[in-house]
């Protein structure tokens, strides 16, 4: 079982910048990958960023440019420094952990979600 705890959430104005935070805790062999996603009310979720292990972050096109993520493989954690917010970036953003046991299956884990808003 892993467990993901997220912090960093809030309410900024429309331009300002948020850094989603992410740890990764319990029993499991290697992460796979981290990342994030987001949901907009009456929507599915959706990929904002995730990073695998010893890999290339991967973007939505909608966030390019403008959102980085990072581990810290040490603490197993995963970041999102999201600048120039805009109001279509209001949601809540998941936190995502693809992790191995045994090296031939995966599970994959969310955290429990954390609302932006982006209002002035």
């Known amino acids: 079982q892993v467990q993901l705890v997220e912090s960093g959430g809030g309410l900024v104005q429309p331009g300002g910048s948020l850094r989603l935070s992410c740890v990764a805790s319990g029993s499991f062999l290697r992460i796979i990958s981290l990342g994030w996603h987001r949901q907009f009310p009456g929507n599915q979720r959706e990929l904002v960023a995730t990073?695998?292990?010893?890999?290339?972050?991967n973007y939505a096109d909608s966030v390019k440019g403008r959102f980085t993520i990072s581990r810290d493989d040490a603490k197993n954690a995963v970041y999102l420094q999201m600048n120039s917010l805009k109001p279509g970036d209001a949601a809540v953003y998941y936190c995502?952990?693809?992790?191995?046991?045994?090296?031939?299956?995966?599970?994959?884990?969310w955290g429990q979600g954390t609302q932006v808003t982006v209002s002035s």
């Open positions: 995502n952990a693809v992790v191995t046991d045994d090296y031939r299956t995966s599970s994959n884990y």
């Open positions: 990073m695998p292990t010893g890999g290339r972050p």
